[in-house]
């Protein structure tokens, strides 16, 4: 099995098995929207409903491009992406398979400050290269 290799390709992800991520998940519907920014001018993919609740959506290839794309934290609600590679022990790249520990990486995680993460790659779907 192959990964995604930019963020459409999640964007597409989402679409293409959206019977399994409803079954398997607490996300109920997303709205996709492109150029809805916030007061910097970065703007957030989607809002949705998840687990019950009105939510705004980041997607991104692997976690830690939320922080390397600018997005503020307080305006985001649920991250979807193809890789976690932000936890509470650390934060990596997921191709070279280089990781930092918590105290060497500046941007928190995202179960520290409230964020919920929908991680495509823990679910029975599949990328082809």
């Known amino acids: 099995m192959g990964r995604p290799?930019?963020?459409q390709d999640v964007v597409f992800l989402i679409g293409r098995c959206w019977d399994e991520i409803t079954s398997e998940t607490p996300l109920e519907s997303i709205e996709f929207h492109d150029g809805r920014s916030n007061s910097d001018g970065v703007g957030l993919d989607a809002t949705g409903i998840f687990d019950g609740k009105e939510v705004m959506i980041e997607i991104e290839q692997e976690g830690s491009d939320f922080f390397t794309?600018?997005?503020d934290q307080d305006e985001c609600d649920?991250?979807?992406c193809w890789d976690n590679n932000r936890t509470s022990e650390g934060v990596g790249n997921m191709e070279s398979r280089e990781w930092r520990t918590r105290s060497e990486d500046p941007d928190p995680?995202?179960?520290d400050i409230g964020i919920d993460v929908l991680e495509m790659?823990?679910?029975e779907v599949?990328?082809?290269d």
């Open 109 to 111: 995680a995202f179960e």
């Open 78 to 80: 649920l991250v979807i």
């Open 69 to 71: 794309h600018g997005h």
């Open 5 to 7: 290799h930019c963020e």
């Open 126 to 128: 599949y990328w082809s």
């Open 121 to 123: 790659s823990d679910l």
